[in-house]
């Protein structure tokens, strides 16, 4: 099936509107109380952090990257998770959104929770398949650089040696970021491959996201790509208005100043996830032939 980006946004707004209240029940629980808990629990850090930063030129520098990794070691435990929390959050959204048998919150959290396992696999294939993929990158990267020197050295000299070889890892960089971008393009339906086609192996759930965008990588990327533009534009400009009301209001640095931001950043947050949800679903039920233009008609009339 090809990919309407058009369509696929109409029906996420449709999805949005129709089950606004809901949803923000969900982004309040998932996304805007535990950011703002966060920002709370971790002021005291961040304050830290920025006085390390302030102070950084006249100090040792590896005395300067031990206090900041330890600051970032105690942020650790509560940035992972923050990080579960909130993808149990998503996938309560979707089945929220998608469900027909129209499950309540309380059933979509517990949906959410127990599709959260199956995300732990598939968080794990996918660092491996990211080691394994660099490893190999690196050797072929190497082979080539070490072929072009000897080529190069023998012809010109060692000192002609360093330019071919940059030229090579950086096209060769280049390469390795766009096979990631596509990557992750081709794997971007795995979550509402989870939640929505109830898929608990998460190999299984990896091979129906890649299956489900065969033939729209670029249309996906491109329409990915508008989104995330449009939402650093709006997104920016909405967090330097309420920062700015937010530095007006609170000392600079100061605890009550990041824990006044962590609030920003939750209402931000919640409306970002809520759509986010909404575009994942859409996206996956045009492509699955499950959401497209009859069906689409059907749900909101």
Known sequence: MRFDGNLAWQQAVRLCSANKELLLVLAGVFFFLPGVTSAFFLSGLQEELMRNMATANQQDPKAMLQALGGIYAQMGPYIVGLLLVQTVGTMSMMALLTDSARPTVGQAILLGLKRLPTVFGVGLLLMLGYFLSGMVFVLVL???????????????????????????????????????????????????????????????????????????????LGFYLVLMVAYAVIGMVVFMLLSTLVKLGTPQYSKAYFTANGLVSGLIGGVVSILASAIIAAVHGQLSGTGGRESLSETFR
């Open 142 to 220: 190497g082979v080539l650089g070490a072929i072009v020197g000897v080529a190069t050295g023998a012809a010109a000299g060692a000192g002609a040696m360093s330019a071919p070889v940059i030229i090579i890892v950086a096209i060769g960089t280049a390469g390795f970021i766009g096979f990631l971008i596509y990557a992750v393009t081709r794997l971007s339906l795995t979550l509402p491959a989870i939640v929505i086609d109830q898929i608990a192996n998460p190999w299984r759930a990896l091979r129906r996201s890649w299956a489900l965008t065969r033939g729209n990588t670029a249309t996906l």
